[in-house]
Nanobody, 123 residues
């Protein structure tokens, strides 16, 4: 029903910024809550940020501490993650996620996943 494709990952120095984008297929994009997860080598997948169908409410993991901002544009079928003040511990593969249910914790059910985009932050 939904296909997700991430872009915008790359290599950045500590303190720098990156903006990740996720393009979604389907005509019912606005019917899905969206989110971002990440997984570092040897670690479990963890929730990063989520946003409701209309974009009226956002959710963030504690470690974001105001550094990341999630947004969506339903007219363009896209969701973005603006990442500022990046730290080496932010290094991970970042995955876009979609579900008709709310995405707001690491245990939130996710119906659809993107392929992931690598973010590497050097010290």
């Amino acid at each position: 029903q939904v296909q997700l494709v991430e872009s915008g990952g790359g290599l950045v120095q500590a303190g720098g910024s990156l903006r990740l984008s996720c393009a979604a297929s389907g005509r019912t994009f606005s019917s899905y809550a969206m989110g971002w997860f990440r997984q570092a080598p040897g670690k479990e997948r963890e929730f990063v940020a989520g946003i409701t169908r209309s974009g009226s409410t956002t959710y963030y993991a504690n470690f974001v501490k105001g550094r990341f901002t999630i947004s969506r544009d339903n007219a363009k079928n896209t969701v973005s993650l603006q990442m500022n003040s990046l730290k080496p511990e932010d290094t991970a593969v970042y995955y876009c996620a979609a579900d008709r249910r709310s995405i707001n914790t690491s245990s939130s059910p996710v119906g659809y996943w993107g392929q992931g985009t690598q973010v590497t932050v050097s010290s």
